[in-house]
């Protein structure tokens, strides 16, 4: 969702967000489609595909204890990795 200032979504962005929202989680791997976490607000081109629960699951998700992200030692550097290589692939 973007906010009422932030400027419009260009068409290769949008591209690129359905690209990594078609992927599998980085962190759990449970199909997708996935949500597109933005690492950096209103940077489009850097963004994480995470399921419900490894984005904003209250237990393991990034956004509430991390506890899967600790356990499989995962960072948002690391998953971002992952996802350059698998869009590339």
Aim: with cysteine; charged share 20%; net charge positive.
């Amino acid at each position: 969702m973007r906010t009422k200032n932030a400027r419009a979504i260009s068409r290769p962005e949008q591209a690129h967000l359905a690209s990594v929202k078609s992927l599998p989680c980085g962190v759990c791997g449970q199909a997708g489609p996935s949500e597109a976490h933005h690492i950096e607000q209103g940077m489009h081109y850097l963004c994480i595909p995470l399921c419900e629960d490894c984005h904003r699951g209250g237990f393991n998700g990034l956004h509430g204890q991390r506890r899967i992200w600790s356990v499989l030692k995962k960072t948002e550097l690391t998953v971002l990795n992952d996802t350059i290589a698998r869009l590339r692939e």
